[in-house]
């Protein structure tokens, strides 16, 4: 009963509130009191025709007020402080709300506030320091005594990614006291500080995708990077090795664009990317333009590639639904979180970045890591070009990424368009300190980036998907999810959250054994007005991570030794039928407890060396036709290394009579006797030295080579096993010539272009037509047609395998066969 009459105390106690701020509304305006969050238009010539409709729809936020946040600073420096019982304890967003957030009767104050000014309220974020509404553009004029104007965009703004039109209010809204009381600002009824992207476009045209594949020297990066390419660089790589993908991790990526499902999946099948997942989060309805389409590209396709079985959520909004989108990611508590959009903080209020920074301060108290790119205009404002770093990358609760351009020699420089230099919003928070972080230029206030990566188009830029297909692309945009990405395998290691990452790297940094484990340490470059410095600096931060030992730092449990890879199996076919195939492994890591597998069984395993292995499968595994999936295992590793294709073929068969054959396959170290299931069969070769055949040749040995022909008789139709060593695809194969006839033979396992043949004499190397023009050789070759019983001439099409040809060189000379790569 007594808990009763509290309860009814407190629910009587609210409705006087609310009946007061009701009656508050009804009041006359001129009592009103104006809050910040929606100034008139800076600049603009007016254009009533992008004026809101009187029935538009607007999507508003008011920021409400809270003492609780008193101690709110002080509790998330004691979650990152490892001597506080607070370390590491995350909050849930609703936790946090009933910590810090406003009181039910300041919220119930409020939203009866917009009911009564016919708003509907679209929610109350957990938080409890934001109320999301919409208003008719009709109803939000009148409730808060402004005129909206539409207004045409400077050209500058314009040529820097934003809209070309925006909507403001013509002075500030203004509530009855009692509202205003509760509200720290509203926010929506201007369109004019919408976010713009970080990102630079190559101008030239991406090379086909069938050559991405190329290898890359580790040593640098001398094309536009790819996701193994970028790996390798950056020390992805190991931990992709080790098993770390991203496997049940998720990250958002802040978009008030849209994407296209289309590119994204052009994308992943250019580099054979399946594990990844996207799902759409559509903010106040979702983007309304495709405008900044690359942006959204950029951020995927980079986390596609080093987070490849991750899950990305898109949060997409209208332009002006910046902070309703961070109101959206941080409800949703996801552990990883990529920005690549920003202003110059001389574009915004005080209040644009403090209503947001509130909502980056609760994400850090969730442990939420938060990688904003730093900017691509130095250490510029894009507009008016005096000094200025972009917000929210100078927010004390987010990572700020900036950039680097990387040569073909591997050297890491400064990008000349690094965002970085000093905020004027934000003080410099207690971890930002270490060797470099205060300097000449030093004020007090956050310093950027904190850490930086490859963003420079031109050296060597990323590949990415839009537009239909691949293209060249960079900025700061581009780092920020790559670090975004690593933090990502970071958490998968940890089984957990990092938290916000700053704190750690500036740890790091301060000591000078980590720091040089963990970054490359970039000494040349500038942004325009900073130089590169030893240790921290304005246009690299620490410089670029090494980010196998970034995760080393923050992961308790070691790596341990590296898990096997498999490149290639010599053969990788046998015939059906067979007695049984050993063939070799090619890979690394190897150990004396690698074991070769045949579809997920083990086969007798002989370990040559650290980058070979020798099985053998028995004729019970050689009966069917097929292919076969062939892993390596190891205790080390955390899943089996591979799969390669092994296949199981239809051997070939010969018919029955006299034939010129070959084979493609070296068969030393096999007598020709036992190849053939079929007794009393002799071969012949001819010897152009002594211009006459051979019976049952010895030198070489009585077997087939590659390049070589050879005549046979057989009794009866033979089938050839192929158990020999195919000729290696990478390779080149020059078949010598001498002055006279010769046998040859196609040395692949693949029809021969005659077009693609060259001819080396005398030291050069033609193609073939030139080399016939000028009469080195004859341009038509022999091969015998067993049914018709003579030869027949070919000048053209292709050579094929197990056949055997004549060809007439004039003088001693090399006929080459290209690598088929």
Known sequence: MPHFFQS??????LMVAVAAITSA??????????????????????????????????????ALSSSRRADLDAFVQ?????????YRHWLTPDEFGVRFGASDADIAAVTQYARSQGFAVTQVWPNRLFVSVDARGADAERAFGVKLHGYARPQSEIAAGLPSTFHAPDRAPALPPEIAARV???????SENAARPALAKRGLAAEPAQSLAAAVPLAGLSSPATPSTLAAYYGFDKLHLHGFNGDNQSIAIFSPTHYSTSDFTGFKAAYGITGVTVTEVLVNGGATSFSGEDEAALDMDVIAGQAPNSHIYLYESPPDGNLQIWNKIAADNLPVVSCSWGNSEQELTADDAASVNTILQQMASQGQSVFVASGDNGAFDITSRTPSVDFPASSPYVTAVGGTSVSSTGAETGWTKSGGGLSTFFTRPLWQAGPGVINTSSTGFRQLPDVSAMSDPYSPGYY????????????????APLMAAANTLIDQGLNGRTGQLTPILYQIGTDSAKSSLVYNDILQGNNGFYNCATNWDFVTGWGSPRITA????????????????????TPSSAPAGSPSATFTVTGTNFTASSKVLWNGAALPTQVVSTTALTATAPASLLLTVGTVAVTVTDPDGPTPAGPLTFTVTTPHTFAAGLQMISAPYDYTGVSFATLFVNPGVKIATWDPTLTQ?????????????????????????SSLPRLGTPAAANTSYALTLNAGWNMIAVPFNTDSPMATLQVTSGGSTTSFASAVTAGAISGTLYRYDSTLKYYVGQ????????EGYWIYANHSCSLVFPSLN
């Open 78 to 86: 004691s979650q990152y402080d490892p001597s506080s019982p607070n």
């Open 693 to 717: 055949y051979v019976l049952n040749p010895t030198a070489p040995s009585d077997t087939f080579h590659l390049g070589r022909a050879y005549w046979v008789r057989f009794a009866s139709a």
């Open 795 to 802: 000048t053209s099409g292709a050579l094929t395998p197990y």
């Open 25 to 62: 509304a009804q009041a006359s305006s001129h009592a009103n009191i104006a809050v910040s969050g929606s100034p008139a238009a800076r600049h603009g010539a007016l254009m009533d025709a992008a004026a809101p409709a009187s029935g538009e729809t607007l999507h508003l936020v008011f």
């Open 184 to 190: 720290a600002g509203l926010f929506g009824l201007s």
């Open 550 to 569: 970034l995760y080393s730092q923050i992961v308790p449990t070691a790596l341990g030794p590296d898990p096997p890879t498999i490149s290639l199996l």
């Open 8 to 13: 009814l105390q407190r629910f009587s106690s």
């Open 464 to 479: 990415i998907y839009t537009g239909g297909s691949l293209q060249i692309y960079g900025g700061t945009s581009a780092a």
